[in-house]
């Protein structure tokens, strides 16, 4: 700001406490059947910025996330309002093509789930049904682009014809990672990512999800506290479909504003 004020030219500080929003929940409440799973959650979620929703089984943390690219659609008594703002556009309007919108906000599931066909096929089938490539080569480029940023080119480079179902499970939820980012989306859902993998996989991952930041909008869902503070800026605590709390992951963890969040992540809750 010194710089600024002696040369006179205004300046933007762009400070690691801000970040433009890219997804905002506004009052968003969700409904299976009877029961409603959500209540009213205002939550925006920043750009290039890791978010963890975190909180006890049963709290609505998968509900949300899904909310995100409309996921809870193919749950036929699932019913959602409030609105969903991706930048200024809300996914919830009529003329949203749904299958565009998860091109734009990707998903990883708990349990890796590759399609039954080879690496390649698995990391070029959303590029081929988006139309996002342009001959055989460029579909290539794409492919292994993808894989290099999901961290597994050099271990699959010399088997992209084999099966996707016959890597490790680490490897296979990179595959999934590399899947969702072949079409190039501009927010990354992550439900439980690491769940179904062993520490040393897990730590693979969280690598990734930091570098991942650069280029994409995360949110992950975390029943690891020690996970949602190793890889998130932003950290929001559910309770019983409530949104209790929401910050900078730091003062979550070590400045809690909330009892119920302070009992959470004591342990008195869970
Ligand atoms: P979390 O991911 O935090 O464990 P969920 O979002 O899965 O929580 O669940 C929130 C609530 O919604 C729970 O009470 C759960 O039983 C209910 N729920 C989740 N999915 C469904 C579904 N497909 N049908 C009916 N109820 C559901
Ligand atoms: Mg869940």
């Not at 690691?16 to 409904?31: E, L, N, R, Y």
């Not at 949602?228 to 910050?247: C, D, N």
């Amino acid at each position: 700001m010194e710089a600024a004020a002696t040369t006179g030219v205004a300046s933007v500080v762009l400070t690691s406490d801000t970040a433009p929003t890219k997804v905002h929940g506004k009052d968003v409440s969700v409904f299976y059947g009877e029961k409603q799973a959500l209540f009213d959650v205002n939550l925006e979620i920043e750009a290039n910025r890791v978010t963890s929703l975190i909180g006890p089984s049963g709290c609505g943390k998968s509900t949300f996330l899904r909310c995100l690219n409309r996921m809870n659609d193919t749950i036929s008594i699932c019913r959602v309002t409030g609105d969903i703002l991706l930048d200024e556009t809300n996914i919830y309007d009529r003329e949203i093509d749904v299958v565009e919108l998860r091109a734009r906000v990707g998903m990883v599931f708990q349990k890796p789930n590759p399609f039954p066909k080879s690496i390649y096929e698995n990391v070029a089938y959303g590029p081929k049904i988006h139309g996002m490539s342009h001959g055989k080569s460029d579909l290539d480029e794409i492919v292994h682009s993808s894989l290099r940023r999901a961290g597994l080119w050099n271990e699959v480079k010399d088997r992209l014809n084999e099966p996707g179902t016959g890597l490790s499970g680490g490897q296979q939820q990179r595959l999934c990672i590399a899947r969702a980012i072949a079409t190039k989306p501009e927010v990354l859902l992550m439900d439980e990512p690491c769940s179904a993998l062993d520490p040393i996989a897990t730590a693979v991952i969280e690598e990734l999800i930091d570098e991942l930041r650069e280029n994409f909008t995360i949110v992950i869902v975390t029943h690891s506290m020690q996970q949602a503070a190793r890889v998130s800026q932003k950290t929001a605590f559910f309770h019983l479909g409530k949104l209790i709390e929401e910050g900078k992951t730091e003062d979550i963890f070590t400045n809690p504003k909330n009892k119920q969040t302070q009992d959470y992540i004591t342990g008195r809750i869970g």
